[in-house]
């Protein structure tokens, strides 16, 4: 019962380099999210997807792209890594559109930009 | 958008109960209330959800006003374990319908031995 899997766990960048962060979920959801979350605040939605095929923008998007080519899968591109983007990424999933419905949590990416 | 206020801290030692109140003024009629638990460097868990009235399962209760404008999250004997940071949710009624819950800072509780 994995739930929900983010890799890698921690990554180093140098500025201006670009990597992907990998979600992936076992539980058939519809719904995942893109998380960060920066040192003693809560958590900032960068993107969300509400189904295969599609995402949309969160609070905080800028600098950064996603893909959902899968239902199980959801991607996070940073494609000029800067040190603003320092911070701890988390992914989530959820079964419905209403907060109605849980979300299920991944144990988070810390990437540092140096 | 809709927002919840809740404390940014509070200290508790072992044994003692533990009440956090979450202010939630503009909660739409179909949200519900929604507690996570987040521990350092793990990602939030969903603690307890409910509607109205009282909530209570294996790790904690939740206690709803017939208002609904705010809520209390209440863990019985708490254990050093339950230092965490925990996170008072509710649905945003003008997401256009889609599930973007809003993260606040959260209170961060410290149980002391």
């Known amino acids: 019962n994995a739930g929900v899997t983010q890799t890698p766990k921690f990554r180093v960048l140098k500025t201006g380099q670009s990597m992907t962060l990998l979600c992936a979920q076992d539980?058939?959801?519809?719904?995942m999210y893109w998380y960060r979350q920066d040192p003693g605040m809560g958590l900032r939605l960068i993107h969300y997807s509400v189904g295969e095929g599609t995402t949309a923008k969160g609070e905080v998007p800028d600098g950064y792209n996603v893909s959902r080519l899968k239902k199980q899968n959801f991607l996070l591109g940073l494609e000029s890594a800067a040190p603003s983007q320092t911070s701890v990424y988390f992914c989530a999933s959820s079964e419905g559109d209403r907060a109605n419905y849980g979300y299920t949590f991944g144990s988070g990416t810390r990437l540092t930009v140096v | 958008l809709a927002k919840t206020t809740q404390p940014i801290s509070m200290d508790s030692y072992e044994g003692q109960e533990v009440n956090i109140t979450c202010s939630h003024n503009n909660i739409a009629t179909n949200d519900y209330i929604t507690w996570y638990q987040q521990f350092p460097s793990q990602g939030p868990r969903f603690i307890i959800q409910g509607y109205k009235t009282k909530v209570t399962n294996e790790v904690a209760s939740l206690f709803i006003p017939a208002d609904r404008k705010s809520s209390t999250l209440s863990l019985p004997r708490v254990s050093l374990s339950d230092t965490a940071v925990y996170y008072c949710?509710?649905?945003?009624?003008?997401?256009?319908?889609?599930?973007?819950?809003?993260f606040g800072a959260g209170t961060r509780l410290a149980v002391h031995p």
């Open positions: 949710l509710v649905g945003d009624p003008f997401s256009g319908g889609y599930n973007k819950l809003i």
């Open positions: 539980m058939n959801h519809e719904y």
